[in-house]
Nanobody, 117 residues
Framework: QVQLVESGGGLVQPGGSLRLSCAAS????????MRWYRQASGKERELVAY????????NYADSVKGRFTISRDNAKNTLYLQMNSLEPEDTAVYYC??????????WGRGTQVAVSS
């Protein structure tokens, strides 16, 4: 079955960096678009970044443009999110997401990112 397992979260000081990973299995990863979402406490889940199956098309939320970089390694079935210049407002649970050919939605369990001094 489809599995998405995030890792790499943690506590970091403002201005610091983290790299999130999402290990995917159970589906042809190289054919699926991938996304990172996040949800802060008391707020709605929001789209952070999108990458097409090939990796050629990428989009970011305005709030993370210039600071975050989404990438994928189709040979390793892994999605990444490099997060630089982190701010307290980036504190959230970060989720890996994909959507199947029949529009089935798949989510990981999330990884917590906390930005605090």
């Amino acid at each position: 079955q489809v599995q998405l397992v995030e890792s790499g979260g943690g506590l970091v000081q403002p201005g610091g960096s983290l790299r999130l990973s999402c290990a995917a299995s159970g589906f042809p990863f190289s054919r699926y678009e991938m996304r990172w979402y996040r949800q802060a406490s008391g707020k709605e889940r929001e789209l952070v970044a999108y990458i097409s199956a090939s990796g050629r098309n990428i989009n970011y939320a305005d709030s993370v443009k210039g600071r975050f970089t989404i990438s994928r390694d189709n040979a390793k079935n892994t999605l990444y999110l490099q997060m630089n210049s982190l701010e307290p407002e980036d504190t959230a649970v970060y989720y890996c997401y994909t959507i199947g050919l029949r529009l089935q939605e798949y989510w990981g369990r999330g990884t917590q990112v906390a930005v605090s001094s």
